[in-house]
């Protein structure tokens, strides 16, 4: 197991240099000079060549790269241009609301995917299975923001049920923080469940289709037993890396269902700094976003790894 | 002449072939009608995409003069519908296209030569890493937000996949008996790559290519829609969903309508990818699912 770990350690350095060479690169892929696009027109000389020194935009690229990835690796990623404060402090204020969301959304797509997933993989070709084939494909298609838009355009302006958008916190009373996350969540928790759904059926077809499976039919087991018991520990593993695998989707689905509904997360604080050309912002927001979905996916290869020996002793070859 | 004659049959076997898969047929028939509608119908309409009418503001459909309505400026919903396909269409085929040739380059050459292969499959690996989205939404926020701007972001962001499925492939390929034949004869690694291994790679490439040109008509609009993607006032499907989520209370039609044309277009796409692949390989031994169901491999027990 120690073997395993260290192995899929070694494996991240090379993806997070490449990570660190992108994100670093983005401020310098402006036309032109990068602190003039940040200053604007109106900029005077001395404010320009005063900013090119802060950032040290004069010295050659690659001293550029070590000295912010020095930065980078002490967690400082630098100034807002815009707000005047700290890049991490910046987007931990906005944390809060879209953490609250991607979980929210999570749980939603499970309560979705797994009950109907095993409920068409235990009835294959029956109606309830073309049902769920149906929504997957919907929510396949349908960006979130799509839904969440057209959810809001029935649920709330047609219908009046729920508000439109807008976010409240919980310090504002439970019912008011989730009244106002049902339409985002629910949006975003349809589009992430439909691969899901597919997987989990995929994954529990194949299950069923097993050897012990039969013997436990044999046993007299009651199907829903087999299915729910039996079945399913062995199946839920894919979903469970599809899970890791779709926390990008997941986030960046977030960022923009925050959008759709005026949620004040990461995801307006992205768009904003775009309009503003922040760049220490967004690459910061990048930066937060990739290694966080990078964590995740090690996490999920760990315990994969952990709940089933033949995976960590594939990986480590002929012993 | 029998080339000619071969490949008449071969459009007719094809035909016929797709009257078996009724969701890909669908999901083409679907898709051609709505890029006739949106290139030939303009043509006809005299309907401007961005003459405003203030006057006009918030005519429902079938009122005002205009079939879908107008929007907060008086402009008709229709006409920018139809300017912000074109747009959509021709930004998703530029990135189908263009991921496609370079995912199949880069697939094949990091197939057949180790070294290139590590360093290439790490760079990958690295961008994979990034979320799509983001990523061209930092390449438009550096370069400022135009539609070539937004064509490269895209193409940049699906290639990656497209490459890794080209490579898995041909890895396949390579080892089969016939690439060791071409090789006795001493045919050039060129030749090998493109003539031989190239073509037996079509059915993941095909498939595959509908996905990301679903994947850039929806990225594209969320972009449009966060102000990072082409700039108004050229409509888009994207922006236009942004102004019409803007007058949510004002008029459904603003955001309906456009929505509606995405979800429709974005769904026959998946149909046709999804029937592609059931049509390449009708037995189903291959994963369920979209890129992920192909890259997890058919038990999802690696990835």
């Known amino acids: 197991m120690i073997s395993y770990i260290a192995k899929r350690l070694l494996g991240l350095i090379p993806v997070l240099f490449v990570v660190s060479i992108v994100v670093f690169l983005i401020i310098h892929l402006t036309p032109g000079d990068p602190a003039r696009v940040m200053l604007g027109d109106e900029a005077t000389e001395e404010q320009v060549l005063e900013l090119q020194e802060r950032l040290s935009l004069n010295e050659p690229l690659w001293t550029q790269y070590v000295l912010w990835i020095g930065r980078v690796v002490q967690g400082d990623l630098g100034q807002s241009f815009f707000l005047g404060t700290g890049v991490v402090d910046v987007i931990g204020e906005r944390l809060g609301p879209t953490v609250t969301l991607a979980v929210g959304a999570l749980i939603v797509a499970l309560l979705i995917s797994i009950p109907l997933g095993i409920a068409a993989a235990r009835w294959p070709g029956s109606l309830l299975d073309a049902g769920a084939l149906g929504v997957s494909l919907i929510g396949m298609a349908l960006p979130s923001f799509l839904l969440g838009l057209m959810l809001a355009l029935v649920v709330g302006v047609q219908l009046g049920w729920l508000p439109v958008a807008g976010y409240r916190p919980l310090s504002a009373g439970l019912w008011q923080h989730v009244r106002y996350l049902i339409l985002p969540t629910i949006s975003l928790g349809v589009v992430q469940a439909a691969l899901l759904i597919r997987i989990t059926r995929a994954s529990m077809l194949d299950t069923l289709g097993m050897d012990y499976v039969r013997l436990a039919r044999a046993k007299g087991l009651s199907e829903r037993m087999i299915a729910y018991r039996h079945a399913f520990r062995n199946a839920v593993l894919p979903v469970m890396t599809v899970v890791g695998a779709t926390f990008g989707s997941l986030v960046t689905g977030a960022l923009v269902t925050e959008t759709v509904f005026n949620i004040p997360g990461v995801g307006q604080l992205l768009v904003s700094s775009i309009a503003r050309r922040d760049y220490a912002v967004i690459q910061g927001t990048i930066l937060l976003t990739t290694l966080s979905y990078v964590l995740i996916n090690l996490i999920t290869d760990l315990l994969y790894g952990l709940a089933d020996p033949r995976v960590r002793l594939g990986n480590s070859g002929a012993r | ?303």
Request: glycine share 8%; aromatic share 8%.
């Open chain 2, 1 to 303: 002449m029998t080339a000619i004659t071969s490949s008449f049959f071969q459009v007719r076997a094809t035909a016929s072939k797709l009257t078996k898969y009724p969701a890909l047929l669908a999901g083409l028939i679907i898709l051609i009608a709505a890029a006739l509608i949106c290139f030939v119908v303009p043509l006809f309409i005299t309907e401007s995409s961005t003459a405003m009418d203030m006057r006009n503001r918030f005519a429902p459909p079938l009122s005002g003069g205009s079939l879908l309505g107008t929007d907060e400026y008086g402009r008709s919903v229709l006409a920018r519908v139809l300017e912000g396909g074109r747009t959509s269409l021709l930004v998703g085929m530029a990135v189908a296209t263009l991921a496609t040739i370079s995912g199949i380059v880069i697939g094949l050459l990091s197939a057949y030569y180790p070294l290139l292969d590590q360093i290439l499959m790490r760079i990958a690996d690295g961008l994979l890493a990034i979320p799509r989205m983001l990523l061209a939404a930092a390449w438009s926020a550096a370069r400022g937000p135009l539609a070539v701007t937004l064509v490269t972001a895209l193409t940049i962001a699906s290639t990656r996949v497209m490459a890794r499925l080209v490579r898995s492939r041909a890895r396949a390929v390579k080892e089969e008996a016939f690439i060791d034949a071409r090789r006795v004869q001493r045919a050039s690694d060129f030749r090998i790559l493109f003539r031989h291994i190239a073509p037996n790679c079509v059915s993941v490439v095909a498939v595959h290519a509908c996905f990301i040109f679903a994947d850039a008509i929806i990225t594209e609009a969320a972009l449009s829609f966060l102000g990072a993607g082409v700039p108004p006032p050229a409509p888009s499907w994207g922006n236009m969903l942004y102004d019409g989520k803007a007058a949510i209370f004002n008029g459904w039609w603003i955001a309906g309508f456009p929505a509606l044309i995405v979800a429709i277009t974005t769904i026959a796409l998946t149909m046709v990818g999804d029937g592609l692949r059931d049509m390449f390989d009708p037995k189903g031994q291959r994963p369920r699912g979209n890129l992920w169901g192909l890259l997890l491999g058919r038990r999802g027990t690696k990835w």
